[in-house]
């Protein structure tokens, strides 16, 4: 399937930082359907970027519309800030949506978001109460007046919702929630360092890795001490990825064709061999083992602690 075509119907603003949009199929008619914890990969200037898709409700099969929370990120590489621009009746390039971030409704459920986190977390949280099954979901943010939707959501899961603010005495006890975990799923999306954090409290409290879903709400970024290095690939060709630049970036520059969905190092998607080299893993989709390992890795985010990779990429 090619790339949707759709037209804004409607912009919300919720903070003053996010807001909601919500997209019409271009002409009317019906979108693809799609399950709770979906996102859509929209065109912005350049590039694209991927929006998770909110519904309050059990999705439809053939929706007409489909509704994006985004938050606009004054510092960011522009995509926030033009999702922003677009005004109702604009024009937007979408692909059908995608689900690497699915809940499983047979089980409990915990649900914890960190800020703009809480978009696919919202669907979920739906899918498990029209399931009937027993779920809690977690919504930490700095204070009130940046997290959005939070009223609506504590009207439709009642006690099932808990509100964390880290200037108020509700502050997110990552020990507690993790600790009454018992036997249910935990499903975690926001920032990196809640990621990392619930992991490592996961691990430690001998939660088991397949009882632990995870998906990231920002780009890796460039860190203290990044230095340009090589990658290698089948070939034999040699290509230099600069400070600020993903692998993948550069291999497309040189029209060579990797898979790829995420850009964030949370869908597994751009996963390939390291034949040789050290790579400086950012992800958040290995086990520690698979990282050690070092034989494996995530070309969309993670870089390289030795002066070269070697990667089973074909050049075709």
């Keep these: 399937m090619g790339k949707l075509r759709g037209v804004v119907t409607q912009i919300t603003p919720l903070t003053d930082r996010i807001s909601s949009l919500t997209i019409a199929a271009t002409g009317g008619g019906v979108l693809p359907g799609w399950a709770a914890g979906a996102h859509a990969v929209f065109d912005v200037p350049g590039s694209t970027r991927a929006y998770s898709l909110v519904a309050f409700d059990v999705v439809p099969a053939a929706p007409e519309s489909y509704r994006i929370a985004v938050q606009r990120e004054d510092a960011g590489q522009g995509g926030s800030r033009a999702m922003h621009g677009l005004a109702v009746g604009d024009d937007v390039l979408f692909e059908a949506p995608k689900n690497s971030f699915a809940v499983e409704t047979q089980v409990p459920a915990v649900l914890l978001a960190g800020g703009i986190g809480f978009t696919p977390l919202i669907s979920m949280a739906a899918a498990l109460r029209a399931a009937r099954q027993e779920y809690a979901f977690h919504y930490a943010g700095r204070s009130a007046d940046v997290m959005a939707y939070s009223d609506e959501l504590a009207a439709g899961h009642?006690?099932?919702?808990?509100?964390?603010?880290?200037?108020?005495?509700?502050?997110?006890?990552?020990?507690?929630?993790?600790?009454?975990?018992?036997?249910?799923?935990?499903?975690?999306?926001?920032?990196?360092?809640?990621?990392?954090?619930?992991?490592?409290?996961?691990?430690?409290?001998?939660?088991?890795e397949a009882h632990v879903h995870f998906e990231l709400f920002e780009a890796a970024g460039a860190e203290h001490g990044d230095s340009a290095?090589?990658?290698?690939?089948?070939?034999?060709?040699?290509?230099?990825?600069?400070?600020?630049?993903?692998?993948?970036?550069?291999?497309?520059?040189?029209?060579?064709?990797?898979?790829?969905?995420?850009?964030?190092?949370?869908?597994?998607?751009?996963?390939?061999?390291?034949?040789?080299?050290?790579?400086?893993?950012?992800?958040v989709v290995l086990s520690e083992a698979e990282r050690a390992a070092g034989d494996v890795m995530q070309i969309c985010v993670s870089r390289a602690k030795s002066a070269r990779l070697v990667l089973d990429i074909d050049g075709e």
Excluded: W
Excluded at 266 to 275: A, E, K, S, T, Y
């Design 158 to 208: 009642g006690a099932a919702f808990h509100l964390h603010f880290d200037d108020g005495d509700s502050a997110l006890d990552l020990d507690r929630v993790i600790g009454g975990l018992g036997a249910a799923h935990l499903y975690v999306c926001g920032p990196r360092g809640m990621l990392d954090a619930a992991r490592a409290k996961a691990a430690a409290a001998g939660v088991p």
């Design 229 to 283: 290095f090589e990658v290698e690939i089948n070939d034999g060709r040699v290509f230099t990825v600069p400070v600020g630049h993903s692998i993948i970036e550069v291999l497309e520059e040189h029209d060579i064709d990797v898979m790829y969905d995420c850009q964030r190092g949370d869908c597994g998607i751009c996963q390939c061999d390291v034949l040789d080299g050290i790579p400086d893993h950012r992800d």
